[in-house]
């Protein structure tokens, strides 16, 4: 149902309905390079509906309930990555050693390195072994020279949970971290105002920033910062696309800049920005099997052009630096289809398109 790149590319995150959170990286093996799945953070008892990352080793999840969960990398999987795909950080002995789901319950609890492995018989009646009995044992995955298997991705790899955020009240349905990251932006399915509003969250004391930004009527599908942090982009079931702006005496503080009702004839269900070097561009696209590029300018919008797509629009991305002064859009159907345009910086028309054709 989503995805998200690290922050310097070094693994990718991946979320959907087998209600499991997964982190796929490049192995390096005898001068060879391969994608594998390394591990698998969360495994949760709800369809998974949106993921995104916060700074080096801590990613933000919602799923079908009303809350989102976050999530901190523990040590055996920065060692792992480390030793199989050289992925380093400054920052590993400050991590946790592991992590394993209570008998009964869904978070994730941080496994410390004293605690170890009960061995020999135990009496099944006492209720402090009902975790010590599902303590994953991780020794074998930190010296193994191979990624992990199935089994081992199921039962030794999870991330301990550190935070829940509250406060809408049905499923989650967007998320959105500053490039910065020190704000995460959220929204719930609704089919009211009261509910189809954007809460942020301080990323230092997950403290909810009041009051939620107001714009849509329906469920928000889309919430997306542009590179600078300067801009808030989302969009909705209702049809309409909206963008906020920082302020500039209180960086906390977000205000309705523009907004377009009826940018597409129906809901839009992705949006992107290009990279600042291109000015104030963004890309929507939806059910109605286009996908439109906009200019944001000081006294409104433009849209710059129109173009037709062989099914429903499900996903838009711009790669977030400039290709030979071209910008590169990838667009994505729900019949599977993926194709990459460059496009022309100042007049954002097609340059060269290419379908990516299954392998």
Not at 94 to 118: D, F, R, Y
Not at 131 to 153: A, F, G
Request: aromatic share 8%.
């Amino acid at each position: 149902m989503d995805i998200a790149w690290a922050r310097d590319g070094s693994y990718l995150l991946s979320t959907g309905s087998d209600q499991t959170t997964r982190l796929h990286a490049k192995w390096i093996s005898d001068g060879a390079a391969s994608w594998h799945e390394f591990a698998r953070p969360q495994i949760h008892g709800y369809d998974l509906n949106c993921i995104d990352v916060i700074g080096e080793h801590r990613f933000v999840s919602g799923a079908d309930e009303k809350l989102l969960r976050i999530f901190d990398e523990p040590k055996s999987t920065a060692e792992l990555l480390s030793r199989l795909c050289g992925v380093e950080s400054a920052s590993r002995e400050a991590l946790p050693e592991a992590a394993n789901i209570p008998v009964l319950g869904l978070s994730n609890k941080a496994l410390e390195a004293s605690a170890e492995p009960v061995s020999g018989p135990r009496d099944s009646s006492d209720s402090d072994n009902s975790w010590q009995s599902t303590m994953p044992d991780d020794r074998k995955i930190r010296k193994s020279d191979y990624p992990p298997t199935e089994d081992h991705l199921a039962r030794h790899t999870l991330w301990p949970e550190s935070e829940k955020l509250y406060g809408h009240g049905y499923e989650i349905s967007a998320v959105a971290v500053s490039h910065n990251g020190l704000l995460v932006a959220t929204a719930c399915k609704a089919s009211s105002l009261d509910h189809a509003v954007i809460r942020l969250f301080e990323t230092i004391d997950w403290r909810e920033l009041k009051p939620p930004l107001i714009a849509h009527s329906l469920t928000v599908t889309s919430l997306r910062f542009s590179d600078d942090d300067r801009y808030l982009l989302s969009t909705g079931r209702d049809r309409q696309w909206s963008i906020f702006e920082r302020g500039k005496a209180d960086s906390h503080v977000f205000a309705l800049k523009a907004k377009y009702p009826r940018a597409h004839s129906r809901m839009i269900l992705s949006a992107c920005w290009a990279p600042v070097e291109a000015g104030k561009i963004f890309v929507t696209g939806g059910r109605d099997k286009t996908y439109k590029m906009w200019n944001l300018q000081n006294t409104g919008s433009e849209l710059v052009d129109t173009i037709y797509a062989s099914g429903t629009v499900t996903a838009v991305d711009i790669l977030g630096r400039l290709v030979q002064a071209m910008l590169v859009l990838a667009v994505a159907t729900e019949t599977g289809e993926v194709s990459i345009h460059l496009l022309e910086k100042e007049t954002l028309k097609i340059k060269s398109s290419h379908r990516l054709e299954d392998q």
